[in-house]
């Protein structure tokens, strides 16, 4: 891995998804995933070179922060992104997910994916880690971005969890300022 170079894109928090031409980073290594990220470190503390990254990807990553720790994992983030670099990140939109709960919209396979796993996580994971710690939706994340650093807000259809993407997630693209 060289990282020496300024044209990194990283892939916080990517367990199974390891992604061609990125840095694929997660706390922890799953052997029954059959993959193996480059980089296992704590996301919130990244021993990699300031402005290093062209590029941040987080995927449902965000939400299993506690929301006092969130100034501290932005400014981590910042640090790593050269100037204009692009910060994108999906995760549920919690608003949606209330309504999911309270509408009682469920998914046919998994019938609490859509309300309560975007509320607090997948419970079959039996892990700490996986745990959400906090709620965000578009107009509640871009303004903390804002105050940290970030600019060009733009609130895209999801990529990741086709279950959720329509009804239960969202994407937000910024460039650090």
Request: proline fraction near 6%.
């Amino acid at each position: 891995m060289d990282v020496s170079a300024n044209d990194l894109r990283l892939n916080l928090g990517c367990g199974r998804w390891v992604l061609d031409g990125w840095i694929n980073i997660d706390a922890v290594v799953k052997p029954e995933s059959g993959v193996t990220p480059q980089l296992v470190c704590d996301v919130k503390v990244i021993p990699l070179p300031d402005a290093c990254a062209v590029e941040i990807l987080a995927v449902h990553l965000w939400e299993h922060f506690y929301r006092w720790e969130c100034e501290a994992v932005i400014a981590e983030w910042r640090r790593l992104l050269r100037p204009e670099g692009l910060l994108t990140m999906e995760m549920p939109d919690v608003r949606k997910c209330a309504r999911n709960v309270l509408s009682g919209h469920e998914s046919a396979k998994h019938p609490d994916q859509l309300g309560m796993w975007g509320l607090y996580g997948d419970p079959r994971e039996q892990d700490p880690l996986m745990v959400h710690r906090w709620g965000w939706t578009f107009d509640t994340l871009w303004p903390f971005l804002k105050e940290h650093g970030f600019k060009d807000f733009r609130e895209l259809q999801t990529k990741w969890h086709k279950n959720g993407r329509d009804v239960r997630d969202f994407r937000i693209e910024a460039t650090r300022a």
